[in-house]
């Protein structure tokens, strides 16, 4: 029998009282089936994914040193029923990452040492035992760097292209676009020769969006952001929006310039707005307050939320396949990631690190690296 190893692996909990508690427990990792391979964990991308299961809605105002290393914070009681189904219970952390395989089931032994990015939840861990099929060995001189974040991000992005071939629309709108997604998103469009309006929030924003070659680039903290907006949809004909903000009233900007777009064309007026369906779909939560809507753009419109797992769910295996492919052949190009700085896993515990990552900055990644 393969010799089961021990390590440390970051642990996120909430009490029936309402205390977020964080922590490093020590965990033994079951000898690897004969599907499955054992991974020591090298890299792992903080996502805003990921910050939800880590912190959930905890008051960060309220973060205290409990352990060594360990953190609690409190969570406001109207926040509690929505969390009811992990009340008390341990949970590890992690969506994704990569690492070396140093334990392999005997049907796949041929992944024995190599390097691979891999999927599945717990990866902020020292080792992670994980189904083969999970797992894509990185290419030719990939990095487990580069390999941490090819699943998140980059099919994330990729899905956006594919539900508008799927549903029919010819550009698309996206916000917080100077994101490390954003980024893939505008390499995938360029490539795919995709129009893409991109909202950023800062001239610094736009810069980094210049230097990679995007046309479309609209500054949502400029006076003339409506009309400059609507100049760019109507040129490009975008009638598909992804938002990763949520709150506030950009959906409904967005919204509101697609309207106008649709109506510079118009012959003749309708008082139930333009006939060109407009759809926005929200995939995250920058901001969490409310989604604020006047729908004063007709009645052809949508707006609804977005996650990636229902969507490949939906795509089959074959297409998600084929996105994994395009993933592992442009890993280091179309998909590469850049980081803000690499931790440990016990620093992603220091107070002061935790508030930096978690302000989920545009332009701002944290990686940690278990073997730190």
Known sequence: MTEQLTGLELRSKVSSDGTLTLGLETVTVPSPGPDEVVVRVEAAPINP???????????????????????TAEIPQARLAGLKARLDQ??????????????????????????????????????????????????????????ASMFVNPLTALAFVETLRGEGHKALVHTAAASNLGQMLNRICIADGVPLVNIVRSEA?????????????????????????????????ATLAFDAIGGGRLVNAILHAMEAAANRNATEYSRYGSSTFKQVYIYGALDTGPTELDRGYGFAWGVSGFLLTPFLMKLGMEGVQRLRARVAAELTTTFASNYTATISLAEALDPQILTAYAKKATGEKYLIDPTR
């Open 49 to 71: 994914s990921d910050l939800g299961l880590l912190l959930g809605p905890a008051d960060l105002s309220t973060l205290k040193v409990s352990g060594t290393p360990g953190l």
């Open 90 to 147: 341990s949970m590890p952390v992690g969506n994704e990452g990569a690492g070396t395989v140093v334990q392999a089931g005997e049907h796949v032994t041929a992944l024995l040492g190599k390097k691979v990015g891999m999927i599945g939840g717990a990866m902020y861990a020292q080792y992670r035992k994980i189904a083969a099929r999970d797992c894509i060995p990185l290419p030719e001189g990939a990095t487990v760097a580069d390999g």
């Open 205 to 237: 924003q736009a810069a980094i969006l210049r230097e990679i070659g995007a046309k479309y680039i609209v500054d949502s903290s400029a006076a003339d952001f409506r009309e400059k907006l609507t100049d760019a949809i109507a040129e490009t004909g």
